[in-house]
């Protein structure tokens, strides 16, 4: 598995898309704190964390890019050819679902920091509402993220195929986390790994956690499963 990392992650620093996508972001949400949010009357820098942390608005280029690095690696028969070499199915999935994960925790924390650069620029950088369970929160942010993408990952491997996994996975997102958000507003809904984590209160924190490595364990089973009964020639 070593060796299948060291190539993994080795396409990942060279995927070009993810360095796009970290252009987009960074443009996007630093126009966003920039102009509207630093228009705002009484918000704070910590409000901008807060908004910009929670956000998903972008999710779907996250799950873009997540369904093109990973299909890309069926479409080219790497998946199929790393399985003749004898590595195991299992492996494939985790040494792609890794750096899957990282790009997503990357490309969402860019735009939170370009948001709230953007904001400071205009209104100034006021550091004084930030506490340390505000690390916590971005840990849980960071694994809601991660859980989401490890649906993503099982509908690639589902598919198995690049240009349908793509569009699959892109209209699962914008339902899950861009329609459903403006339409639900259910408890269970705001735990999920469809609506990021709003406050660093316990009972929101801890739930939310529990749910997002629930997810993950799930989706990786899942995964597991799907590939192992699938055919690869």
């Not at 792609?96 to 709230?116: C, D, E, K, Y």
């Amino acid at each position: 598995m070593r060796n299948q990392y060291i190539v993994s992650f080795y396409k990942m620093r060279r995927f070009l898309f993810l360095y796009i996508c970290l252009l987009f972001l960074a443009a996007a949400d630093g126009a966003w704190g920039y102009i509207k949010l630093s228009a705002v009357e009484h918000m704070s820098l910590y409000e901008v964390f807060k908004d910009a942390g929670s956000d998903t608005s972008f999710t779907f280029i996250i799950t873009l890019l997540s369904s093109l690095f990973i299909g890309r690696d069926f479409n080219n028969r790497t998946i199929q050819h790393e399985i003749k070499l004898g590595y195991s199915r299992v492996s494939v999935i985790v040494v792609r679902a890794v750096p899957v994960f990282l790009m997503a925790v990357v490309l969402h924390f860019t735009g939170m920091l370009s948001a709230m650069i953007g904001f400071g620029i205009k209104n100034g950088f006021s550091m004084s509402s930030f506490s340390g369970r505000d690390v916590w929160w971005c840990v849980t942010i960071a694994m809601q993220l991660a859980a989401f993408q490890s649906m993503i990952v099982f509908l690639i491997f589902l598919i198995r195929t690049l240009g349908t996994a793509m569009i699959t996975s892109v209209c699962f997102t914008f339902a899950a986390c861009n329609m459903l958000r403006n339409y639900t507003d259910a408890k269970i809904f705001r735990i999920s790994c469809f609506c990021l984590v709003r406050d660093n209160l316990t009972e929101t924190l801890l739930p939310a956690a529990v749910f997002a490595l629930a997810v993950v364990m799930i989706m990786f089973l899942a995964s597991c499963f799907v590939f192992e009964k699938a055919e690869i020639k």
